[in-house]
């Protein structure tokens, strides 16, 4: 069965860019972007600390898929960019399910629970 992916992008012109650029290694790698309406295997959040309301947006999906997660602990949640270096700490303490961090620079932390 073939994975799907969503890459959800929250910030800045630099995000968008970096966020089809994920979505283009997602897509090499043989995983196929999610239909409207279907819940995807890997949701990918892309975020900007610069931009208004990137982190309520980022905190209230991250809730949302709380429960989802809970019923389907393959589904692999990514939060990158820079709000999530600027925010670690919080984003785990808000969203502590798996799910894996990275920033500008590398990654942050990753979880398997």
């Known amino acids: 069965m073939t994975r799907t992916y969503t890459v ?5 012109q630099m995000n968008v860019h ?3 650029r994920i ?7 043989g995983f196929i972007p999610v239909a409207d309406g279907v819940q995807a295997d890997i949701v990918v959040f892309n975020t900007c600390a610069v ?5 309520n947006k980022l905190y209230g999906n991250l809730s949302f ?6 019923l389907n602990p393959k589904m692999q949640i990514a939060v990158g960019g820079c709000l999530a270096q600027k925010d ?3 984003i785990l303490k808000k969203a502590p399910m798996s ?6 620079q590398c990654w942050l932390t990753s979880s398997s629970s």
């Open 51 to 55: 931009r208004e309301n990137a982190d």
């Open 18 to 20: 970096d966020s089809e």
């Open 88 to 90: 670690q700490a919080t």
């Open 65 to 70: 898929l709380a429960p989802i997660k809970k």
């Open 23 to 29: 979505a283009g290694l997602l897509d090499e790698a």
């Open 99 to 104: 799910m894996c961090l990275w920033n500008t």
């Open 8 to 12: 959800e992008t929250y910030g800045c």
